[in-house]
Antibody, heavy 120, light 113 residues
């Protein structure tokens, strides 16, 4: 059974770049026709889809964040990553990585999430 | 972009009673070529990630109790919990995956009355 685990700094300074990695275990990131997504959730608020990446490197980003988001995948490490530049306090949230359904943009398997706080 | 609107924001239901959550999309999520609604429901318990409950508007994921059911088509959808159990206390989200970006509703908090 595939499991996902987010990792990265829990505190990022304003204007800097947030960097997170999602490690996939229990199966190869290259197996199947899955996209791999990032979603975030500010405390007490709803869910916002950030974007997704395929093992080929093909990406889709939420237009609301597109100018600041970069995603990458490392199949040799069974990982994929998120970079969000020029962060502000509004980017403080729990960040989740997830595996999408086969060729579907729903999130079938989720990591536990990691809290990232933007503060000086 | 498609916008998802849920109602109510919160819902208090007695144990064993029915809970009904509504979800409306700003445009149809019914794909005519396969007659499928690209609508999912998630359950999020405190301190946990969301869990996919239902896809295709009405198809329960493996292991989801049959007291959970989804219905609707086009732009209007409903999640029903037929007999609320204590473990069903959670926030429920609908999501359209018809187009990018996939979008979530604002969530409905279900509590015990």
């Amino acid at each position: 059974q595939v499991q996902l685990q987010e990792s990265g700094p829990g505190l990022v300074k304003p204007s800097q770049t947030l960097s997170l990695t999602c490690s996939v275990s229990g199966g190869s990131i290259s197996r199947g026709s899955h996209y791999w997504s990032w979603i975030r959730q500010p405390a007490g608020k709803g869910l916002e889809w950030i974007g997704r990446i395929y093992i080929s490197g093909s990406t889709n980003y939420n237009p609301s964040l597109k100018s600041r988001v970069t995603m990458s995948v490392d199949t040799s490490k069974n990982q994929f990553s998120l970079r969000l530049s020029s962060v502000t306090a509004a980017d403080t949230a729990v960040y989740y990585c997830a595996r999408d359904g086969e060729q579907l943009a729903l999130q079938a398997v989720w990591g536990q999430g990691t809290l990232v706080t933007v503060s000086s | 972009d498609i916008v998802m609107t849920q109602s109510p924001d919160s819902l208090g239901v007695s144990l064993g009673e029915r809970a009904t959550i509504n979800c409306k999309s700003s445009q149809s999520v019914l794909y005519s070529s396969n007659n499928k609604n690209y609508l999912a429901w998630y359950q999020q318990k405190p301190g946990q990630p969301p869990k996919l409950l239902i896809s295709w508007a009405s198809t329960r994921e493996f292991g989801v109790p049959d007291r959970f059911s989804g219905s609707g088509s086009g732009t209007d959808f409903t999640l029903t919990i037929s007999s609320l159990q204590a473990e069903d206390v959670a926030v429920y989200y609908c999501q359209q995956y018809y187009s990018i970006p996939p979008a979530f509703g604002g969530g409905t908090k279900v509590e015990i009355k």
